[in-house]
């Protein structure tokens, strides 16, 4: 089968990724990868065959103390397993089952409580902005801007966090195929922003159901960018328990061990003291007593997955 010229073909899938000569600048960043290219935030680096890093923290913002508890444990047992971290956390989550589920302190206060873990316990940190007004005050506190799911094919959105000159975490959608995220790339690359990093969170599967196709990992790491799996969000089960999402927390591990034996450049999980207290997405966050078992098996995975 011939190819015409300027089309990018996956070397290991022969899948080919509409993009040609006519692209111009994105299609000179993805011919030129070998690797996913390297994204630096504060003093962490991300891609370029650099270790798995960590991304952490509990789903929403549910107060200062519980957030400082949570962010403060978490460096003590990343720093034990020798695994760089980035805390994260939602000032609002804007995009839940119910009208009536918490959301969060909202944008100023939780920018407050963020910048304050920030500068205390010497943290990169990560959100996600839902509007744009949130883009500006958002990117003068955090090191990178999180695109959830749902907002992940709304161009204007898309460009404007990436202007912020932010690093730029865009979710995948639970409805896009892996090969379509080269488009999403386009509009970020198109501002000149090329510190982007793209999560995996899982596909739709009928109603009320996530699955992970790990052949996404590998088709997005062949994009040239890092790429993220999202451990917790991907075992959840939207709108599940009817007012809010349940989850099955016990595949969160097995899926995070597969994830790091594909090469995945960070992994994402939701953790909390008492998941089954949190304010938001408890059934399908990590306990956080179980954190440093689970850390322990990935970095061993991520160290032999890198001599293959």
Same mark, same amino acid.
Request: proline letters at 6%; glycine letters at 10%; hydrophobic letters at 40%.
């Given at each position: ?34 690797? =996913? ?40 047992? !990343? ?25 969060? =302190? ?17 943290? =990169? ?100 960018? =890092? ?57 399908? !966050? ?23």
């Amino acid at each position: 089968m011939c190819y015409k010229t300027g089309q990018i073909i996956s070397s290991l899938h022969g899948r080919i990724f509409s993009l040609d000569k006519a692209d111009g600048f994105l299609y000179s960043l993805m011919m030129k990868a070998k690797r =996913p290219r390297q994204v630096p935030i504060g003093n962490i680096c991300i891609g370029g065959g650099n270790p798995v890093v960590l991304i952490a923290g509990p789903c929403v913002i549910e107060g200062w103390k519980q957030t400082y508890t949570v962010a403060k444990a978490l460096k003590k047992i !990343a720093a034990a397993a020798s695994i760089p971290l980035i805390f994260k956390a939602s000032y609002d989550k804007a995009n839940r089952t119910s009208l009536h589920s918490f959301r969060g =302190p909202g944008l100023k206060r939780g920018l407050e409580i963020l910048a304050e873990i920030r500068r205390s316990l010497d943290l =990169p940190v990560l959100s996600d902005v839902h509007r744009f007004e949130e883009i500006g005050p958002a990117a003068e506190v955090l090191d990178v801007l999180q695109i959830p799911a749902f907002l992940c094919r709304q161009t204007d959105f898309i460009m404007e966090v990436a202007r912020s000159g932010k690093p730029v975490n865009v979710k995948k959608g639970q409805f896009l195929a892996p090969a379509d995220v080269v488009r999403v790339i386009e509009k970020v690359t198109s501002t000149g922003n090329t510190r982007l990093l793209i999560t995996e969170r899982g596909t739709t599967f009928g109603y009320h159901n996530l699955v992970v196709d790990m052949r996404s990992l590998v088709t997005l790491r062949e994009m040239g960018f =890092p790429v993220i799996f999202d451990a917790t969000h991907s075992v959840q089960l939207p709108g599940g328990t009817g007012s809010a999402s349940g989850g099955e927390r016990e595949f969160v591990a097995p899926l995070a061990r597969a994830a790091v034996a594909t090469g995945i450049d960070a992994l994402f999980l939701e953790v909390h003291g008492q998941p089954e207290k949190a304010l938001c997405d408890g059934p399908n !966050a990590l306990k956080l007593a179980g954190l440093p078992r689970l850390l322990k098996e990935i970095t061993g995975i991520d160290r032999l997955s890198r001599s293959w």
